[in-house]
T-cell receptor
Framework: DGGITQSPKYLFRKEGQNVTLSCEQN?????MYWYRQDPGQGLRLIYY???????QKGDIAEGYSVSREKKESFPLTVTSAQKNPTAFYLC??????????????FGEGSRLTVL | DQQVKQNSPSLSVQEGRISILNCDYT??????FLWYKKYPAEGPTFLIS?????DKNEDGRFTVFLNKSAKHLSLHIVPSQPGDSAVYFC???????????FGGGTRLMVKP
C-alpha cells in the first residue's frame, strides 16, 4: 500500500534534547513538507523540499532542521533551540499532477511532548 | 499576518441540516483553494477544491463556493451527518503551487 509513514506517533523529550521525527513515503512524490499544528490553531509550514538535496524554510523554521538525502525520506529534527516544541507534527507530500493545485497528502502525524 | 482566516472556531448543526463553513483570504495571488477534513490525532484528508477561475464546485454532499471580489469562500455540506464531525481547514495555494497556506480551522459538530 502506498502512503506516508510518520514515526514515532508519540514522543516525549526532556528540555534541551534534540529529537528527530521520521517521514517516509513510497508514493514517488517529489515534494515533501513538514507542518506543525498547535491546539486550536491551523497548520504552519516549517520546511519543504521540492527535490532531493534541496529544501526551503517555511514560516516557522527557527529551531528546526531537515535533510533530503533520498526521495522517499524527509526527517525533521527539533533542536533544543526551538522554544516551544510541544506540538503535533505533520509530514506531507505532493504528487506531480497536483503541482498546480497544491494538493497535499498527509501522514498520520507525530505528537511531541517536551517534559 | 494571517493570509487565510476561518473566523468561526466551532459550528454545531443538527443532523440532516446544512453546514456552512466560511473562509476569508487576503492574498489575491492565491490561485487554488482547498478544504481538508481532520479527525483528532490523524493527518488531514483532502475534501474538495476550487480553482480561482470558477465560482462553484460540487462533489456529492459537498459544495465549495468562491467569491473572488469578496475574497471569500465557503463549504456547504448538505445533508450533514454525524460522521462529518471533524475540524475543517481551508487552504490556499499560489500559482506556483509550492506550498499551502492554512486557516485556523473550524470544528464542526453534527448532532444526531
Amino acid at each position: 500500500d502506498g502512503g506516508i509513514t510518520q514515526s514515532p506517533k508519540y514522543l516525549f523529550r526532556k528540555e534541551g534534547q534534540n529529537v528527530t521525527l521520521s517521514c517516509e513515503q513510497n508514493l514517488n512524490h517529489d515534494a515533501m513538507y513538514w507542518y506543525r499544528q498547535d491546539p486550536g490553531q491551523g497548520l504552519r509550514l516549517i520546511y519543504y523540499s521540492q527535490i532531493v538535496n534541496d529544501f526551503q524554510k517555511g514560516d516557522i523554521a527557527e529551531g528546526y532542521s531537515v535533510s533530503r538525502e533520498k526521495k522517499e525520506s524527509f526527517p525533521l529534527t527539533v533542536t533544543s533551540a526551538q522554544k516551544n516544541p510541544t506540538a503535533f507534527y505533520l509530514c506531507a507530500s505532493r504528487p506531480r499532477d497536483k503541482v498546480n493545485t497544491g494538493e497535499l497528502f498527509f501522514g498520520e502525524g507525530s505528537r511531541l511532548t517536551v517534559l | 499576518d494571517q493570509q487565510v482566516k476561518q473566523n468561526s472556531p466551532s459550528l454545531s448543526v443538527q443532523e440532516g441540516r446544512i453546514s456552512i463553513l466560511n473562509c476569508d483570504y487576503t492574498n489575491s495571488m492565491f490561485d487554488y483553494f482547498l478544504w481538508y477534513k481532520k479527525y483528532p490525532a490523524e493527518g488531514p484528508t483532502f475534501l474538495i477544491s476550487i480553482s480561482s477561475i470558477k465560482d462553484k464546485n460540487e462533489d456529492g454532499r459537498f459544495t465549495v463556493f468562491l467569491n473572488k471580489s469578496a475574497k471569500h469562500l465557503s463549504l456547504h455540506i448538505v445533508p450533514s451527518q454525524p460522521g462529518d464531525s471533524a475540524v475543517y481547514f481551508c487552504a490556499a495555494s499560489d500559482r506556483a503551487g509550492n506550498m499551502l497556506t492554512f486557516g485556523g480551522g473550524t470544528r464542526l459538530m453534527v448532532k444526531p
